[in-house]
Nanobody, 126 residues
Framework: QVQLVESGGGSVQSGGSLRLSCAAS????????MGWFRQAPGKEREGVAG???????TYADSVKGRFTISQDNAKNTLYLQMNSLQPEDTAMYYC????????????????????WGQGTQVTVSS
């Protein structure tokens, strides 16, 4: 049984930083396809960052240069380092894991992923 548990969300001021964590069980982070998504109130869920051992990493244009996705294989955990946070980054952030090896351009697409965490809230105030 695959479980993904996010943590690290919170409230910060504009320009601040947060690091989100996604602890995985029943799924090997180092050899899988994983991503971070977010959903703001009244908006659709959107891909933020994705990583696959074959495809590499990819980021949404809105977060390039500010967010970094990474993995700790020993802890079987996925991270999202978020710097220079802006109010428009406010959303519920979700970790996701997939069962196939997609091309890079599909790492930010919802249907790529099979398993989802419960989410962690990020709120950025101006």
């Amino acid at each position: 049984q695959v479980q993904l548990v996010e943590s690290g969300g919170g409230s910060v001021q504009s320009g601040g930083s947060l690091r989100l964590s996604c602890a995985a069980s029943g799924y090997i982070v180092s050899s899988g396809t994983m991503g971070w998504f977010r959903q703001a109130p009244g908006k659709e869920r959107e891909g933020v960052a994705g990583v696959d051992s074959a495809s590499g990493t990819t980021y949404a244009d809105s977060v390039k240069g500010r967010f970094t996705i990474s993995q700790d294989n020993a802890k079987n955990t996925l991270y999202l380092q978020m710097n220079s946070l802006q109010p428009e980054d406010t959303a519920m952030y979700y970790c996701a894991a997939g069962l196939w090896r997609p091309p890079t351009q599909r790492l930010l697409q919802l249907h790529t992923y099979t398993y989802w965490g419960q989410g962690t809230q990020v709120t950025v105030s101006s």
